[in-house]
């Protein structure tokens, strides 16, 4: 494969971090194409759903594209984390990778996480993706097994488990251990080689969240070596002082405790909401 045919995407609703950064640089240091996506598209009524329309939108363009979520950094650079997945997809003539979902210190876990995918051009991404669009939450509500498939989200993570499943393309994709392509700060123990990429999903306030682990290992808020935002002329850094921090984390901890407790709610509200707006378009 030549350097374009793999691209990272990542992108949202809204630029709100500065993960583009070290996505970018990741990009480079492996040959890969790299692409930041603000999400403006028609008829978005979930902001999760400006992932799948980014992904529909850019996949054509390349034989496989690497999405990370702007709240997932990549930490071990060193390694051609991407280039080598994919190839091994390929090698055995599978069409997506996605990590599983590890158990979080509240106990709460999922079959996959989607805050990165890995996904070839061909019919079976694009099959997953129109089944991801045209699958109603409400019903894919219904037949989730809490149980079984873990923590319904209310987004693209629950629609695509439910697609890999009705469609069976599942015995088509690989599903790899969350160190290898989408971990957590409790995994990381000596090293940010501890795992490919942490994700800083379920944190309340991600900046604070990125700044704390960045303190642990010594590095910027963009988690990239400093040699590295040396040699790709990143002079633009992402300081947080010791005083805003405590202030967030004290507020983060009040959330924290609260988050048991009000999570159900907040999931039951969004397929509330999800209902109305389908009544409505109906």
Known sequence: MNALDICVVSGGDEIRLRSYVNHAIYAREHGLDYRLECGVDTGIMNKFFYKTSIIRRVLGRYDWIAWIDD?????????????????????????????????????????????????????????????????????????????????????????????????????????????????????????LSDAAVMHFCGHRDKPLGVARFADRFGVGHELVPEELLDKYSVRVRSPMSHLEQGIRAFRQELIGRLKPYVRPLVVQARVRKSRRRRSARE
Do not use: C, K
Not at 112 to 140: C, E, F, K, P
């Open 71 to 191: 709240d997932a950094y990549f930490t071990n650079f060193e390694r051609d984390t991407i280039g080598s997945l994919v190839a091994a997809a390929e090698g055995d003539g599978l069409f997506l990778v996605v990590a599983n979902g590890p158990e979080e210190p509240n106990g709460f876990w999922s079959r996959i996480n989607t805050g990165v995918v890995l996904l070839r051009n061909d019919v079976r991404s694009r099959q997953l993706l129109d089944l991801m669009h045209r699958a109603s939450l409400d019903d894919v509500r219904e037949w989730w097994d809490d149980s079984r498939d873990g923590l319904f989200t209310g987004g693209d993570q629950d629609q695509m488990w439910w697609a890999l499943q009705y469609s069976e393309l599942v015995n088509e994709a690989r599903i790899v251990d969350h160190r290898e392509l989408n971990s957590r700060g409790h995994f990381y123990d000596d090293s």
